[in-house]
């Protein structure tokens, strides 16, 4: 097996973390994907980085050695793509996203707008991940989430804005008792089986067992899944319900619905370095954003009657 970046940046993530668990997080990667990687690059460099013990994962002297060559394996790595991208024809832009329904249509209004440059878009399920890229110079915007409790904290480099605030609805099989209800309190779902998307690093799924603990009760989440395919199927099978963005899009068999009162929310944020080619940009930046959000939510009916009922919700803010 040949060494990879993306080892060299999982042996960094551990170290840094001191945890398989948090680093699988930071990267985007399940824990079993992560300890696989790790012991891949362990059979190849001939012995153990990490040893676990009651702090976490602790270097090993071979693993103390790597680490130092690693760091600096990506810094030179990182200072060759910045030069690189000051030399091409081109100018290359390079936007972060976590929610892809925004970033993507973001990303295709702003190429259209600035006209000849290099667009790239990087997309992570982890917001936390997107944030360190945007610290580090590795990206010059990003469109992520946060949540109640959970805010992002602009640094004096970054500029942050809100596109939009958007309430958590649940989904649940059309078949299931409270189907027929327009919207549904928190508390009426405490009996049941919900099938959630892993820990972002970000805030989620703390924030909602946060408010299902504000509802008295703890939620049972035997489900941890990544993708929605499975999790639509878990719903329409009537083997579990799941907490969803509110413009999520219906499929046979499911029913999406407003939670009363709206106890749990998530804000679309757009991130820009000050210092960065969309700095002078930000406020396309955002009005792309929140034109993104907005045709994505005209496939999402319950959001659009959600919307329409309540005209006046907590508004898009500065950070």
């Not at 509110?246 to 499929?251: I, L, Q, W």
Request: proline share 6%; with cysteine.
């Amino acid at each position: 097996m040949d060494l990879e970046i993306r080892h060299l940046r999982a042996v960094c993530a551990i170290a840094d973390t001191g945890s398989l668990t948090k680093a699988a997080v930071l990267l985007g990667l399940s824990q079993p994907a992560l300890t696989a990687q790790l012991q891949r690059v362990e059979r190849e460099l001939g012995g153990p980085l990490f040893t676990r013990g009651r702090r976490g994962a602790e270097l090993t002297r071979l693993g103390e050695f790597v680490l130092s060559r690693a760091r600096a394996t990506l810094l030179n790595i990182d200072e060759l793509k910045r030069v690189a991208a000051h030399v091409g024809d081109k100018r290359v832009i390079r936007l972060g996203g976590a929610m892809g329904s925004v970033a993507v249509g973001q990303a295709h209004r702003l190429n259209a707008y600035l006209g000849d440059i290099d667009m790239r878009l990087q997309m992570e399920y982890s917001p936390r991940l997107l944030w360190e890229l945007l610290i580090a110079g590795r990206l010059d915007a990003l469109t992520t989430v946060d949540y109640p409790g959970y805010e992002v904290q602009p640094t004096s480099g970054v500029v942050c804005e809100v596109i939009e605030i958007e309430p958590v609805f649940v989904a649940l099989s059309s078949d299931h008792p409270l189907a027929d209800r327009s919207e549904i309190a928190l508390s009426a779902l405490a009996g049941e089986t919900w099938a959630l998307t892993p820990s972002d690093g970000a805030g989620w799924p703390d924030c909602f067992h946060a408010a299902c603990q504000q509802a008295g009760f703890m939620a049972r989440v035997p489900y941890t899944i990544a993708s929605r395919s499975p999790i639509r199927d878990l719903i329409i099978q009537g083997q579990a319900i799941s907490a969803c963005q509110a413009v999520f899009e219906p499929a046979p068999g499911i029913v999406v619905r407003p939670l009363t009162g709206s106890p749990v929310v998530m804000r679309h944020l757009v991130a820009c370095r000050r210092d960065g080619p969309l700095a002078p940009h930000l406020a396309e930046l955002v009005r792309f954003g929140r034109e993104a959000h907005h045709d994505y939510a005209q496939r999402a009916p319950a959001f659009l009657t959600w919307k329409a009922a309540n005209r006046n919700p907590r508004s898009p803010e500065t950070v």
